[in-house]
């Protein structure tokens, strides 16, 4: 094997590398992002279960009354993410809702 051979070969043996560890990094970031939403989505069929429990079918309360009780508990009732959580404070939508 010539010099110039063998260093083709490191070079592109260095650039597979580099392209293996970019993958490896992009696999990293999706684990992490799983990770994130499975602890998202415990945490809110926790609350929906301790909601289900806390109010057994029968009780006397109002529509109105029950979705700001919801929306006060840390979830959507807005039609764009009804049900989901509210990670980040004040949702517009389900105020504007809840205001009608």
């Known amino acids: 094997m010539d ?12 650039e597979r590398i580099g392209e293996l560890y ?9 684990i992490v992002d799983l990770l994130e939403e499975n602890q998202r989505l415990i945490l809110e069929n926790q609350q929906l279960q301790a909601q289900l429990q806390g109010n057994p079918e029968g009780t006397s309360t109002s529509g109105r009354e029950n979705l ?7 979830f959507h009732i807005c039609n764009v993410k009804y049900g989901s959580l509210r990670t980040e404070g004040e949702c517009l ?3 504007a809702f809840l205001q009608k």
């Open 93 to 95: 939508f389900c105020l």
């Open 3 to 14: 010099k110039q051979s063998l260093f083709m070969q490191v070079s592109n043996l260095e």
């Open 22 to 30: 970019g993958e490896l990094g992009n696999l990293k970031q999706k």
């Open 68 to 74: 700001w009780r919801i929306y006060h508990e840390g």
